[in-house]
């Protein structure tokens, strides 16, 4: 039987899951550790890059989390070549291509979210 998607966004948010409602970043993580607030730091700011989470549809949502899953790996690699380990080349280049990949299907520029009312609107309202 095909899923009706209409059906699963009509949904009561007590009816669906933890990661549907962006309450939860992933299954099971407890959220605490550097790489996972760094992981949550970074699709908080990409999605606040694209113009809010209302403005985002699940695909680039899920783009956005493989972006940022891809940063934290980079970022512990460039720490230990930083802190004079050897780290795989390969799997660096392999990373910063797949961040290239995925930069380019989400965009780089940031998105300006029109805030109402404006500040001249809202200064007039306060003269009111």
Known sequence: MPIDH???AALSPTARSKLTNHRELLPGLDGRSA???RFRDLIGQIVADQGGLDRLSE???QLIKRFSAACVI????ES???AGE???LHQHALLVSSLVR???RLGIDRIPREVRPSLQEYLMEARA
């Not at 980079?74 to 690699?77: I, N």
């Open 74 to 77: 980079a970022e512990q690699l």
């Open 35 to 37: 790489g996972a607030r």
């Open 86 to 88: 050897e780290i795989d």
């Open 59 to 61: 695909s680039r949502i």
């Open 80 to 82: 230990k070549l930083a």
């Open 6 to 8: 209409t059906q699963i």
């Open 102 to 104: 995925l930069s380019t």
